[in-house]
Nanobody
């Protein structure tokens, strides 16, 4: 079965950095685009970033452009999100998921499954 395990979150001061990781299993990882999403308290979930199956093509929400970098390692079945210059408004639970496709910030999630997420808290 599909498993997505996010890690790497924590408490960081504004301006700091974190690197999130997502370990995937239960499907052919290298065949699919992957995305990062986040949900802040009291808000709807939102798209953060996506990477093509090879990692050669990426897309970002405006909120993270220039600060966030998505990457993947198909040999390790892992996708990463490097977050720099963090802001208080980046505080959220971050999730990864498998994408059927994405185009810009339009996407379709493949599996009706979400991992436990990883909490990112940015103090101002």
């Amino acid at each position: 079965q599909v498993q997505l395990v996010e890690s790497g979150g924590g408490l960081v001061q504004a301006g700091g950095s974190l690197r999130l990781s997502c370990a995937a299993s239960g499907f052919t990882f290298s065949s699919y685009a992957m995305g990062w999403f986040r949900q802040a308290p009291g808000k709807e979930g939102e798209f953060v970033a996506a990477a093509s199956w090879s990692g050669g093509s990426t897309s970002y929400a405006d909120s993270g452009k220039g600060r966030f970098t998505i990457s993947r390692d198909n040999a390790k079945n892992a996708v990463y999100l490097q977050m720099n210059s963090l802001k208080a408004e980046d505080t959220a639970v971050y999730y990864c998921n498998v994408l059927n496709y994405y185009s810009g910030t339009d996407y379709q999630i493949k599996f009706d499954y979400w991992g436990q997420g990883t909490q990112v808290t940015v103090s101002s």
